[in-house]
């Protein structure tokens, strides 16, 4: 079994999301740490983009922050290696296809192995155009996590079958963001993905409390939150550690693990 489908075997998982390099690696290297020993199952380190067109307004404003501090996709490579050396929960870098083309995609797939990286997240890049990024990762043992939407509708069950890892089901149209109401019905989505196939299914995309991560980890094997951390990262820049941590230990609880 892979290391990513590892992390959905204790009951419901908890996936949080961090913008490496805001304010500083350190800081990210600080707050992956925390969130770690506060019960995340499964970690999503995002490689900011100058044009990250899936992100909200907290996200984008975090890999702005991130690229004029200078961080760069060697730099968190580096950093992630280093954090391999403590941190035993899965990791999987989120970024856009740009990001992996300029650097090279074998090379960029070699230094993520390397790096002790369980997977790699690309929003942008559509179905149908995957598998030149999945076949480089597959050779080095990376996992390409699949993403569906409210759109993805008769293609659900085909995305399934060829998923690994987890499917990314995404809760609603639009950008990341923290919502107060999710529409989509991702009930649905979710229990097509589990007709086709034998993988985990997480929601993420707009959630942002507790109240709302216990309605969609009782529909889903798991709850992916970026917006609501981010903010918290920018509220309290470097000493934002111990509050991501306790935001971490209350999502974990409200999903149903801990």
């Known amino acids: 079994m892979s290391r990513i489908k590892e992390a959905f075997q204790n009951g419901k998982a908890f996936i949080p999301f961090i913008t490496c390099g805001d304010p500083d690696l350190e800081t990210t290297k600080a707050v992956v740490k925390a969130m770690a020993e506060a019960g995340a199952d499964l970690i999503e380190l995002g490689i900011p983009f100058s044009d990250p067109t899936a ?6 404003a975090a890999s702005l922050r991130a690229l004029s501090g200078g961080v760069t996709t060697d730099r968190i490579l580096d950093m992630a290696a280093e954090l391999r050396r403590e941190v035993t929960v899965p990791m999987v870098f989120m970024t856009y296809a740009n990001v992996v083309y300029s650097y090279g995609a074998e090379r960029f797939a070699k230094r993520a192995a390397e790096a002790g990286m369980d997977g790699l997240i690309l929003p942008d890049v559509p179905f149908e155009e995957k598998e030149e990024f999945a076949s480089v990762c597959r050779a080095h043992g990376l996992e390409l996590i699949s993403l569906i939407a409210p759109t993805s509708e008769g293609r659900i069950a085909m995305i399934a079958r060829e ?3 987890f499917v990314y089901c995404v809760s609603s ?14 009930k649905t989505m979710v229990e097509q993905v589990k007709q086709a196939a034998d993988i985990p299914a997480a929601i993420g995309f707009g959630i942002s409390g507790p109240e ?13 939150v970026g917006s609501a951390i981010v903010k918290l990262i920018e509220q309290y820049g470097r000493d934002a550690a111990p509050h991501v941590a306790a935001f971490v230990r209350e999502m974990k609880a409200a999903v149903g693990g801990v």
Request: no cysteine; glycine share 14%; aromatic share 0%.
């Open 173 to 186: 149209l639009g950008v990341t963001g923290m919502r107060s109401e999710i529409a989509a019905d991702v």
């Open 163 to 165: 998923a690994e890892g």
């Open 55 to 60: 992100e909200g307004p907290v996200i984008q």
């Open 212 to 224: 709302q991560a216990a309605r969609m980890a009782a529909v889903s094997d798991g709850v992916i």
